[in-house]
């Protein structure tokens, strides 16, 4: 784990940032807590914060509080309290202002290591936990909230100017799909096209039952249309094994580009009206 320790004592402090090496952690060491919380908030892979009460400017309270409101519900962080304050006093007070565990300080060695092997479990179910969250369980997509999330972060780092397209395709006549080749027919053509979508290495999702979105950072209309064409094109080549045979699938899809002062909203809403345009004009084709 990338451990961020926060203790004012000079001695302390390497002692502790050694004690934490040794249990197979790296470790990065602060006197001040202010700059401690700045390094959590800009290195998303912190997993684990431990900090002594006796901080400043901000005090070990106020720390642990900022850290938990910074991690939120989908940041996994561990926060571990240390005090040279005698057990027991602060302990509710440590642990309702967002710390997850408390140790006395000096810490001993075996029982600090035991602590993050706890911190390490703990972390790791709730890492699968937000990755199921997020993730469609029949194609390994992201679904709909995972999509809208990601997507959400990569347009809040476009500056004006920069490119960026969106996709939305629906499989054609999916409907007939399902009646000629059963359910599970068309649970594998949904597996097909989203495997297609998988090789774009494009942000893609599966938002509703037969329907994609994809995000190309970096692209505008010209480069994202071919590969819009190369999706379409993927899709006739499929040999979905149905009842009688392969089973013929096509798509549709919307092309649009992002321009400044497009939301997520309008910007998938303009590449919906596309994908209308491309459904009306006979399916299994691209429109922008
Ligand atoms: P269009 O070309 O206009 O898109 O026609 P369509 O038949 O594809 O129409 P529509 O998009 O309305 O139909 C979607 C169908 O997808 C309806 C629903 O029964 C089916 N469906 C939704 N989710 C699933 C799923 O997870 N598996 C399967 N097999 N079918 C699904
Ligand atoms: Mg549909
Ligand atoms: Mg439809
Ligand atoms: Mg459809």
Not at 92 to 108: R, T
Not at 127 to 156: E, K, P, S, Y
Request: net charge neutral.
């Amino acid at each position: 784990m990338r451990v961020v320790l926060v203790e004012p004592g000079s001695i302390l402090r390497k002692t502790v940032a050694r004690l934490v090496e040794e249990g197979g952690h790296r470790v990065e060491a602060f006197s001040d807590s202010e700059r401690a919380l700045a390094h959590v908030a800009e290195h998303e892979d912190v997993a684990c914060v431990i900090t002594s009460l006796e901080v400043a400017p901000l005090c070990g309270l106020e720390l642990c509080w900022a850290l938990r409101s910074l991690a939120g519900t989908t940041r996994p962080l561990a926060v571990i309290a240390m005090s040279a304050d005698r057990a027991g006093r602060r302990l509710g007070e440590v642990l309702d202002s967002g710390a997850d565990d408390f140790i006395m300080k000096p810490p001993e060695g075996i029982a600090l290591h035991a602590r993050l092997r706890v911190v390490e479990r703990a972390l790791s179910l709730q890492r699968q936990l937000i990755r199921d969250a997020d993730t469609d369980a029949l194609t390994q997509l992201l679904n709909r909230g995972g999509f809208v999330r990601r997507a959400q972060a990569c347009l809040a780092a476009l500056a004006a100017g920069d490119l960026l397209s969106a996709l939305m395709i629906d499989i054609d006549s999916f409907k007939g799909i399902n009646d000629r080749h059963g359910h599970d027919g068309g649970d594998r053509v949904i597996r097909a096209v989203a495997d297609l979508l998988k090789e774009t290495g494009a942000l893609a999702g599966r938002i509703g039952g037969e329907e994609f979105a994809v995000l190309m950072p970096g692209h505008g209309l010209g480069s994202a249309g071919v590969v819009a064409e190369r999706i379409r094109q993927g899709c006739t080549r499929l040999r979905v094994p149905g009842r009688r045979g392969p089973i013929p699938v096509t798509c549709s899809l919307g092309l649009t580009a992002w321009t400044a002062g497009d939301t997520l909203e309008t910007l998938l809403a303009r590449a919906d009206g596309a994908l209308y345009a491309a459904k009306a004009g006979g399916r299994n084709r691209v429109m922008a």
